[in-house]
């Protein structure tokens, strides 16, 4: 069974040939059984399957899990139980949710399985039979009619009115006409190879026959599956900022360790002390809240996305969103409204935008609308209204888009009707590529016929105009249907003609020929209103929309231009021509192209690995099974809830509920809102630990006595990393947060001038905490480490607020705008109160109260570090400091 040309490359006979099988009877049932045995069943395979248990314990084996759990086991040593079970559970929660994140990703493969056919109509031994779809064989005869599900791949013997929609594999947005003909091209992509039938789509009208030449993972089906199981999803860009940020930061809390713990040891300092110590700054120092800030972070992105028609499926897409650098769409119901509208009209010479009213007097367009209204199949319900406020119609798209456009105009159906009753019909079919429908007049027999272009010119003998009839010029005519379809339109010529009776003979030959040319009607699915602003939005914030598409690359490239995504001198690359680049050749090009048509799966995926080859972090949105793979390898796929197939939602971190554009860039602005929080916490808790570090440091290096004790480090630890900590994940998006690039994928955590602030205030509020204990030792003041502890504890409340913004001042942003955290510091200032004033905590924290006057100077100094902050974002914006980015 081996043929050297693709099947649609041979003729059905010369196919059944190779497959050892015969046009008429198909194989033997004795055949088939073997077969069978050799091919397997037809049916998508779904692999080794990981269970939840191995996938949960898979997730331990990430260094900052590693490096909490090691918290959590000296905290318990060192009796911080509380910590040591806040970590554990905190550990625990992320491995659920990253257990449940994989686990998701297997039901892809499962939900391809539900798009095979379960039964196949066959002839076997000359006999048509019904059997179960997986035990067809490359070799069967499969008969198809309108409803089914096509059970696997087929070449084509036999077709009648035969159209299927493909668009689940192919993504092209009209059902697909076919017929058995060679094709001569061997490299044609799966959307041009019209003399075959593929598994998982449906057939839509009229019947056929074809050979199966493919079954299971051998169709175009099963290679998409095995993608699905090869493809990796990509790390997000927090993923791998967040593990690098681990490591480096285990690494420094270990050097900083030791040397307290031995210059503590070289002061003569006691051992346990300096080890309790070392010990509580290394659980003080690793920012246990942080996987707390991020899941808490993303999970109230989330729900305000879900909120705006965008269903999370996979947490860290929240913050994915906000890295992106390119938007990889699809065209069809994304960037379009998925219904097909009358844009044009041509006739008389002259390019109108909608049909005149019906209470023009003008014969031409009166026939052209009745045209229009009555040469269709659509069956419409004027009480029942959909979502644009239209009556509901139902029937072929192209036929909805006439009759709308003629009930706009006036030429009301139903109502024409019962003037010009049809008494005939004469379908659409393939060979003649038009349509006619007869109707009563007063005057006699009317006929109206739409149809291709090129087919209804050739019927036609003159034109009607304002002025009346006169002679068709068909090439001028012609011209401008070719003008039209250049535009990325579907075009379609309507003519009329006039009998005094009802033909006895009413073959096409007799009824469709000496029509009167009434014009063309250019029709397209329209852009979104919405999706123009958005793609704007997308520019303005340094995105790069590309429209990726299964239709003809004149639609893909009008679309894209009315959309703003290319312009005149933007080309289309089409899959054909992607096929003949080598991956250097393409890699050249990517960032360049912004529209694609007519491509395949294989090569969906390409074009995503080519821009993260460059160093991009793609988005990609899809609906179809051809879409799942690439959707799973983007850096973020987004997966339409409408019209999207369960394999591309199952294969997607997010799930669009309006299929609509415009929802990704609203995704895209929480995406940056809430990297900048959980940045800000970084900033804030690596700061107050900086801090700390240095006022131990510092007074190492001075001979000062121990400033602070264990348990000091410890409270200061819970109580600023606390509350305030997670209250920044509820800060209001940055100004002007959709004008600025985004974040490269590999841009440190700590970039912007991030670091310099850790160290720099880190140390401003050690040596604000150390001056606060010279003065008071100095002063011979008993109590001097509570005004150290306060003053250190007051430094990071007050560097919490100054840090709401990276660049704006608080006084900006207002100081009520988040009120979650301005609760939380309140709460704050009353925990420590009650720690320096309530007896019973004197004894367990080993502190004293403070007269007034000191508690104030505690104050004061902490000020300090508010003051400068503003400064520092004083100098930011004034483009004197760091970058100076928006």
Same mark, same amino acid.
């Given at each position: 069974?081996?043929?050297?040309?693709?099947?649609?490359?041979?003729?059905?006979?010369?196919?059944?040939?190779?497959?050892?099988?015969?046009?008429?009877?198909?194989?033997?049932?004795?055949?088939?059984?073997?077969?069978?045995?050799?091919?397997?069943?037809?049916?998508?395979?779904?692999?080794?399957?990981?269970?939840?248990?191995?996938?949960?314990?898979?997730?331990?084996?990430?260094?900052?899990?590693?490096?909490?759990?090691?918290?959590?086991?000296?905290?318990?040593?060192?009796?911080?139980?509380?910590?040591?079970?806040?970590?554990?559970?905190?550990?625990?929660?992320?491995?659920?949710?990253?257990?449940?994140?994989?686990?998701?990703?297997?039901?892809?493969?499962?939900?391809?399985?539900?798009?095979?056919?379960?039964?196949?109509?066959?002839?076997?031994?000359?006999?048509?039979?019904?059997?179960?779809?997986?035990?067809?064989?490359?070799?069967?005869?499969?008969?198809?009619?309108?409803?089914?599900?096509?059970?696997?791949?087929?070449?084509?013997?036999?077709?009648?009115?035969?159209?299927?929609?493909?668009?689940?594999?192919?993504?092209?947005?009209?059902?697909?006409?076919?017929?058995?003909?060679?094709?001569?091209?061997?490299?044609?992509?799966?959307?041009?190879?019209?003399?075959?039938?593929?598994?998982?789509?449906?057939?839509?009208?009229?019947?056929?026959?074809?050979?199966?030449?493919?079954?299971?993972?051998?169709?175009?089906?099963?290679?998409?599956?095995?993608?699905?199981?090869?493809?990796?999803?990509?790390?997000?860009?927090?993923?791998?900022?967040?593990?690098?940020?681990?490591?480096?930061?285990?690494?420094?809390?270990?050097?900083?360790?030791?040397?307290?713990?031995?210059?503590?040891?070289?002061?003569?300092?006691?051992?346990?002390?300096?080890?309790?110590?070392?010990?509580?700054?290394?659980?003080?120092?690793?920012?246990?809240?942080?996987?707390?800030?991020?899941?808490?972070?993303?999970?109230?992105?989330?729900?305000?996305?879900?909120?705006?028609?965008?269903?999370?499926?996979?947490?860290?897409?929240?913050?994915?969103?906000?890295?992106?650098?390119?938007?990889?769409?699809?065209?069809?119901?994304?960037?379009?409204?998925?219904?097909?509208?009358?844009?044009?009209?041509?006739?008389?010479?002259?390019?109108?935008?909608?049909?005149?009213?019906?209470?023009?007097?003008?014969?031409?367009?009166?026939?052209?609308?009745?045209?229009?209204?009555?040469?269709?199949?659509?069956?419409?319900?004027?009480?029942?209204?959909?979502?644009?406020?239209?009556?509901?119609?139902?029937?072929?798209?192209?036929?909805?888009?006439?009759?709308?456009?003629?009930?706009?105009?006036?030429?009301?159906?139903?109502?024409?009707?019962?003037?010009?009753?049809?008494?005939?019909?004469?379908?659409?079919?393939?060979?003649?590529?038009?349509?006619?429908?007869?109707?009563?007049?007063?005057?006699?027999?009317?006929?109206?016929?739409?149809?291709?272009?090129?087919?209804?010119?050739?019927?036609?003998?003159?034109?009607?105009?304002?002025?009346?009839?006169?002679?068709?010029?068909?090439?001028?005519?012609?011209?401008?249907?070719?003008?039209?379809?250049?535009?990325?339109?579907?075009?379609?010529?309507?003519?009329?003609?006039?009998?005094?009776?009802?033909?006895?003979?009413?073959?096409?030959?007799?009824?469709?020929?000496?029509?009167?040319?009434?014009?063309?009607?250019?029709?397209?699915?329209?852009?979104?209103?919405?999706?123009?602003?958005?793609?704007?939005?997308?520019?303005?914030?340094?995105?790069?929309?590309?429209?990726?598409?299964?239709?003809?690359?004149?639609?893909?490239?009008?679309?894209?231009?009315?959309?703003?995504?290319?312009?005149?001198?933007?080309?289309?690359?089409?899959?054909?021509?992607?096929?003949?680049?080598?991956?250097?050749?393409?890699?050249?090009?990517?960032?360049?192209?912004?529209?694609?048509?007519?491509?395949?799966?294989?090569?969906?995926?390409?074009?995503?690995?080519?821009?993260?080859?460059?160093?991009?972090?793609?988005?990609?949105?899809?609906?179809?099974?051809?879409?799942?793979?690439?959707?799973?390898?983007?850096?973020?796929?987004?997966?339409?809830?409408?019209?999207?197939?369960?394999?591309?939602?199952?294969?997607?971190?997010?799930?669009?509920?309006?299929?609509?554009?415009?929802?990704?860039?609203?995704?895209?602005?929480?995406?940056?809102?809430?990297?900048?929080?959980?940045?800000?916490?970084?900033?804030?808790?690596?700061? %107050? =630990?900086?801090?700390? @570090?240095?006022?131990? #440091? +510092?007074?190492?290096? /001075?001979? !000062?006595?121990?400033?602070?004790? &264990?348990?000091?480090?410890?409270?200061?630890?819970?109580?600023?990393?606390?509350?305030?900590?997670?209250?920044?994940?509820?800060?209001?998006?940055?100004?002007?947060?959709?004008?600025?690039?985004?974040?490269?994928?590999?841009?440190?955590?700590?970039?912007?001038?991030?670091?310099?602030?850790?160290?720099?205030?880190?140390?401003?509020?050690?040596?604000?905490?150390?001056?606060?204990?010279?003065?008071?030792?100095?002063?011979?003041?008993?109590?001097?480490?509570?005004?150290?502890?306060?003053?250190?504890?007051?430094?990071?409340?007050?560097?919490?607020?100054?840090?709401?913004?990276?660049?704006?001042?608080?006084?900006?942003?207002?100081?009520? %705008? =988040?009120?979650?955290? @301005?609760?939380?510091? #309140? +709460?704050?200032?009353? /925990?420590? !109160?009650?720690?320096?004033?309530? &007896?019973?905590?004197?004894?367990?924290?080993?502190?004293?109260?403070?007269?007034?006057?000191?508690?104030?100077?505690?104050?004061?100094?902490?000020?300090?570090?508010?003051?400068?902050?503003?400064?520092?974002?004083?100098?930011?914006?004034?483009?004197?400091?760091?970058?100076?980015?928006?």
């Amino acid at each position: 069974m081996n043929q050297n040309s693709p099947w649609h490359c041979l003729s059905a006979e010369k196919a059944a040939q190779s497959l050892e099988t015969d046009l008429t009877g198909g194989v033997t049932a004795d055949n088939a059984a073997e077969r069978l045995k050799i091919h397997g069943p037809n049916r998508i395979q779904r692999g080794a399957k990981r269970t939840p248990l191995y996938i949960f314990a898979a997730q331990f084996a990430d260094f900052m899990i590693l490096v909490l759990v090691v918290a959590a086991i000296v905290s318990g040593v060192v009796g911080e139980l509380r910590d040591s079970i806040a970590i554990v559970v905190i550990v625990i929660l992320n491995a659920i949710i990253g257990t449940v994140q994989e686990y998701r990703a297997q039901r892809a493969i499962a939900a391809l399985q539900k798009m095979a056919a379960p039964e196949a109509t066959v002839i076997r031994g000359g006999k048509t039979e019904t059997i179960s779809a997986d035990r067809l064989v490359p070799g069967d005869l499969v008969l198809l009619e309108a409803g089914n599900v096509v059970p696997a791949d087929l070449r084509l013997s036999d077709a009648s009115q035969l159209q299927v929609d493909e668009s689940a594999l192919t993504g092209e947005s009209h059902a697909v006409s076919k017929q058995p003909d060679v094709l001569e091209e061997p490299d044609l992509t799966l959307g041009d190879r019209w003399n075959m039938a593929f598994n998982g789509t449906m057939v839509t009208r009229g019947h056929g026959k074809g050979i199966v030449v493919a079954t299971g993972m051998d169709s175009e089906m099963g290679h998409i599956a095995a993608m699905l199981k090869k493809e990796e999803s990509a790390r997000t860009p927090l993923q791998i900022r967040l593990a690098r940020f681990g490591r480096h930061l285990a690494v420094a809390i270990l050097i900083v360790c030791i040397f307290i713990f031995a210059a503590g040891l070289l002061q003569d300092q006691p051992v346990l002390l300096m080890f309790l110590t070392a010990v509580s700054l290394a659980v003080a120092a690793i920012p246990e809240a942080l996987p707390a800030v991020v899941t808490i972070s993303l999970a109230l992105g989330a729900r305000k996305l879900s909120r705006r028609n965008a269903l999370v499926r996979r947490l860290p897409a929240v913050e994915t969103l906000g890295s992106v650098t390119y938007i990889c769409s699809d065209k069809t119901g994304t960037l379009t409204q998925n219904r097909m509208r009358v844009e044009a009209l041509f006739a008389d010479d002259r390019r109108v935008e909608k049909l005149p009213d019906a209470n023009d007097g003008s014969r031409l367009w009166q026939r052209l609308g009745q045209t229009l209204a009555l040469n269709n199949t659509v069956t419409g319900d004027p009480e029942n209204t959909g979502e644009s406020g239209e009556a509901s119609v139902t029937g072929d798209p192209t036929e909805v888009a006439l009759y709308q456009a003629a009930q706009q105009a006036g030429f009301d159906k139903a109502a024409l009707l019962k003037q010009l009753p049809q008494v005939a019909e004469l379908a659409f079919d393939e060979d003649r590529k038009c349509m006619t429908t007869l109707h009563q007049s007063d005057a006699g027999i009317v006929a109206f016929t739409k149809g291709a272009p090129e087919a209804v010119l050739d019927m036609c003998s003159d034109v009607l105009g304002g002025a009346g009839n006169r002679d068709l010029d068909q090439n001028r005519v012609q011209e401008q249907a070719e003008a039209l379809a250049a535009e990325g339109f579907r075009v379609l010529a309507v003519a009329c003609r006039e009998f005094s009776e009802l033909p006895e003979d009413r073959s096409p030959d007799t009824i469709e020929t000496g029509l009167t040319f009434l014009g063309l009607v250019a029709m397209m699915d329209p852009p979104r209103e919405e999706a123009a602003q958005a793609v704007a939005d997308c520019l303005a914030a340094g995105i790069v929309p590309v429209m990726i598409t299964g239709d003809h690359p004149a639609t893909a490239r009008s679309i894209a231009r009315r959309l703003g995504i290319a312009d005149e001198h933007d080309r289309v690359m089409t899959g054909r021509e992607l096929k003949k680049l080598s991956d250097e050749e393409f890699d050249e090009q990517a960032r360049d192209l912004r529209i694609y048509a007519r491509v395949n799966p294989k090569q969906k995926i390409r074009i995503v690995k080519a821009l993260q080859e460059q160093g991009e972090f793609v988005a990609m949105t899809g609906d179809g099974v051809n879409d799942a793979p690439a959707l799973k390898r983007a850096g973020i796929g987004v997966a339409m809830g409408k019209k999207g197939t369960d394999v591309a939602r199952e294969a997607a971190d997010m799930v669009l509920l309006d299929d609509n554009f415009a929802t990704i860039v609203s995704a895209i602005r929480e995406g940056r809102r809430i990297f900048d929080d959980i940045r800000k916490f970084i900033k804030y808790t690596m700061t %107050s =630990n900086s801090g700390e @570090i240095w006022t131990l #440091v +510092l007074a190492m290096l /001075l001979g !000062l006595p121990l400033p602070l004790l &264990p348990i000091h480090i410890l409270w200061i630890n819970l109580v600023t990393d606390g509350l305030p900590g997670l209250a920044l994940a509820s800060e209001p998006a940055e100004r002007k947060v959709m004008q600025r690039d985004p974040r490269s994928p590999q841009e440190n955590i700590f970039a912007h001038g991030m670091w310099q602030h850790i160290v720099f205030i880190g140390i401003l509020i050690g040596v604000l905490s150390i001056g606060a204990q010279i003065w008071a030792i100095d002063r011979q003041i008993e109590h001097w480490q509570t005004i150290v502890f306060t003053t250190l504890t007051f430094a990071q409340l007050f560097h919490v607020m100054a840090i709401r913004s990276e660049r704006d001042s608080l006084f900006s942003i207002g100081l009520f %705008s =988040n009120p979650q955290l @301005i609760g939380a510091v #309140v +709460l704050t200032v009353v /925990l420590q !109160l009650a720690v320096i004033y309530t &007896p019973f905590l004197n004894d367990i924290f080993k502190t004293a109260p403070l007269p007034l006057d000191d508690l104030m100077l505690c104050v004061l100094l902490a000020s300090v570090v508010f003051a400068v902050v503003e400064i520092e974002k004083w100098m930011v914006r004034g483009g004197w400091l760091y970058d100076n980015r928006v």
